[in-house]
C-alpha cells in the first residue's frame, strides 16, 4: 500500500530514477535461490578454509552479520579469491523460475531509469533477469564487483552506486526486501520502499513505503499517478 503522506506522493511523481533489488524482489523468496546459494558458500567453506561442515555454516552465517556479506569476511580473514567465491557459489539451478510479464509491464512503465543494485555478482543478475523475463529491461546492473566488493548497507556501497550512475538521491526511489538496506538512501534523500515479505516488524522511521508486493506497489502507484494527472 503506498504511504498516504501527500509529500511522499509527490516525491513519487518527482521521481526520474527507480532502483530494484535483486534476489527476493525482482523474484519471490518462495523460489529460495538463497537456500542454493548457501550451501554453495558452506561447501566452498569447506574447501577453500579447511574446516568441517558444521563450522562452515557457522563462519558463513558470522561473516555475513560482521561484514555484510559472507564474501567479505571470507577476503578479510582467509584471503580467498572473490572471483572463485562468486563463480563457485553462483552456479545455480534457475529451472524453477517463471516469467512474469504483467511485472515487466509495470516496471518498464515507470517514468526514468531503471536501475538494479544488488550485493550479488553481476553474471548472477543476468541470469535472474533472464529467467524472469526482465532482461533489457533494466538501463544498469550495479553488482558488488561495481563497489569494490563493498555490500550493502554499507556507505561505501551508496557511494560507487551514484558515482557509476550519477543518480541525484532526491530523485531516487529505491526498492529493497532488507529494510537495513534502506538506512542510507532514506538518510541521502531517497524515497524507500521496503518489500516486507510478511514480518512483523513495525515499519521503521528510515523506511517511507512498506508493501508485501512488488508488483502491487507498482500498480498502486500507477493508479497514483493516473489520478493525479487526470
Known amino acids: 500500500m503506498l504511504a498516504t503522506d501527500p509529500c511522499i506522493h509527490a516525491r ?7 532502483i530494484f533489488d535483486l534476489d527476493n524482489t525482482l523474484y519471490p523468496p518462495s523460489d529460495d535461490l538463497f537456500g542454493q546459494i548457501n550451501r554453495l558458500m558452506t561447501a566452498f567453506i569447506v574447501q577453500e578454509v579447511g574446516v568441517d561442515e558444521a563450522e562452515a555454516h557457522r563462519l558463513r552465517v558470522t561473516y555475513w552479520e560482521e561484514y555484510g556479506n559472507t564474501l567479505a569476511g571470507l577476503a578479510a580473514r582467509h584471503d580467498v579469491s572473490a572471483a572463485d567465491f562468486l563463480r563457485a557459489t553462483h552456479q545455480l539451478d534457475l529451472s ?13 512503465a515507470l517514468p526514468g531509469r531503471l536501475l538494479v543494485h544488488t550485493n550479488g555478482p553481476r553474471a548472477h543478475a543476468e541470469a535472474v533477469l533472464v529467467a524472469r523475463g526482465l532482461d533489457g529491461l533494466f ?17 561505501l556501497a551508496y557511494d560507487a552506486f551514484l558515482d557509476l550512475t550519477g543518480a541525484e538521491p532526491e530523485q531516487c526511489v529505491m526498492i529493497e526486501d532488507h529494510a537495513d538496506n534502506l538506512c542510507e538512501p532514506h538518510r541521502r534523500g531517497m524515497v524507500t520502499v521496503w518489500l516486507d515479505h510478511g514480518s ?15 508488483h502491487r506497489f507498482l500498480e498502486d502507484l500507477h493508479n497514483l499517478s493516473a489520478r493525479q494527472s487526470g
Not at 139 to 155: T, Y
Request: glycine share 2%; net charge negative.
Open 96 to 108: 524453477h523460475l517463471r516469467q512474469d510479464p504483467a511485472l515487466r509491464a509495470a516496471i518498464a
Open 139 to 155: 538501463h544498469r546492473i550495479v553488482a558488488i564487483e561495481d563497489s569494490g566488493l563493498v555490500p550493502k548497507p554499507q556507505s
Open 12 to 18: 513519487l511523481a518527482q521521481a526520474n530514477t527507480w
Open 200 to 214: 512483523d516488524t513495525t515499519k521503521p522511521d528510515h523506511v517511507d513505503i512498506q508493501t508485501q508486493d512488488v
